[in-house]
Every structure is written in C-alpha cells, then in structure tokens.
C-alpha cells in the first residue's frame, strides 16, 4: 500500500501570496489528484492526473511532480480558496488511499 | 446535472447494522464505477469500497472487510453500503462518489453521517 504524505498540515497565507502544498507518496506513483473541501462541505474534484484543472477551478492554480512527489501550487491566493486540499494517487489497484490534508488559512 | 444523494444515516449501537443507500441522477449509472469514502469528525477521508460498472469487481478497506458490502441496483440508479458488526471507529460521514475512466472521483454526494454509540 502506497502512503501520501501531505506538507504543511496547515499553512496560512494572505491574499496575494504563492503557496505550495506538497505530497509525498512511499512508492513511485504515476499521476495524482487532488481534491479540495471546504469546511461543512464534500470533497470536490480540483486537479487530476497530477495538471489537469477540473471544471471550473481557476487558472491559478496547477500541479506539478512526478515519482515520489507532487505539488498543488497556488500562483496568488484569494480567500475563495481557504479550504482542506487532499491528495490521492492515481491507480487501479486498491486501496485508493489519500493525504491526511492539508488545510489552508487565509490570513 | 451530477447528483448523488445518500440516505439511511443514524445513530446504532455497536454491534448493530445500518444500510446506506445513494441514488443517482444525471448521468448514465451503470457505465460508472462508484465508491464509499468516509470522514471520521475532524478527521481526513478514507476510502471504504468501490464497486465496477456491472459488479464484476469489488474491493474493501481492510479496516470493513467482512463486515460491509457494498452492491448497487443499476435499474434503480442506487449504490449500497450493508454495515454489519457496526464499531464506534465507523463513526462517520459516508460519502458515495463516481469514479470516472481517469480512475478519479469525480462526483461527490453530501454525505450520510452515521453514529456508532451505545
């Protein structure tokens, strides 16, 4: 079983500002997704195979990495975007494990 | 538009059963693998079980193994989750989600909160 190992657990950023939110996978993986949650809401779909923006998620926001880690990189923050990102890898074989979270503060 | 509405949370005793169900709406059911994916209170999200398209193919955390099921009904656009043997660590929002041919859940429902507490 592959563990995602997510970087910060929180971070708190102002608006304007760059963040980057790291994973960590035990074993090489091919693609990640990444998922984001607001408080009291369910999970959405942010980015998949490691860069690809889901429908309707800003262009400030990418992926990147490959191997063992992969990044979620906001390029200015806005407060729409205080949230919990979680990581998942891509694969077809069970278990389909995530990231602990990390969860974003706007200061 | 996507739908998925879970149904059939509550408050059990541990040691007892609860059934969830998920009905989907929107789009073409039975072309779509479907998951359960839970959240503990304040905790992170934990894949439960995914079932393919026609059944062929189902797996479990190892953390439910034996003690849930998961089935779906495509004629009736409605994925299940039989929990049996039911522990206070199954505490939780149950979430059913779609997966999509990039092997990503692309479809979340809103969750069905589920108590296990005597």
């Known amino acids: 079983e592959t563990v995602l190992t997510q970087s910060p657990t929180t971070t708190a950023a102002s608006p304007g500002e760059k963040v980057t939110i790291t994973c960590r996978a035990s074993?090489?993986?091919?693609?990640m997704h990444w998922y984001q949650q607001k408080s009291g809401a369910s999970p959405k779909l942010w980015i998949y195979?490691?860069?690809k923006l889901a429908s309707g998620v800003p262009n400030r926001f990418s992926g990147s990495g490959s191997g063992t880690s992969y990044s979620l990189i906001i390029s200015s923050i806005e407060s729409e975007d205080a949230a919990t990102y979680y990581c998942?890898?891509?694969?077809?074989?069970?278990?389909?494990?995530f990231g602990g979270g990390t969860k974003l503060e706007l200061k | 538009e996507v739908q998925l509405v879970e149904s059939g949370g509550g408050l059990v005793q541990p040691g007892r059963s609860l059934k969830l169900s998920c009905v989907a709406s929107?789009?073409?059911?039975?072309?779509?693998?479907m998951n359960w994916i839970r959240q503990a209170p304040g905790k992170g999200l934990e894949w439960v079980a995914y079932?393919?398209?026609?059944?062929?193919?189902?797996y479990y955390a190892e953390t439910v193994k034996g003690r849930f099921t998961i089935s779906r009904d495509n004629a009736k656009n409605t994925l299940y989750l039989q929990m049996t043997s039911l522990r206070s660590e199954d505490t939780a929002l149950y979430y059913c989600?779609?997966?999509?041919?990039?092997?990503?859940?692309?479809?979340w429902g809103q969750g069905a909160s589920v108590t296990v507490s005597s």
């Open positions: 998942q890898q891509k694969s077809s074989d069970p278990p389909w494990t």
């Open positions: 079932i393919s398209s026609g059944s062929s193919y189902i």
């Open positions: 989600a779609r997966r999509n041919n990039y092997y990503v859940m692309d479809a």
């Open positions: 074993s090489s993986v091919s693609y």
């Open positions: 929107g789009f073409t059911f039975s072309n779509y693998g």
């Open positions: 195979d490691t860069s």
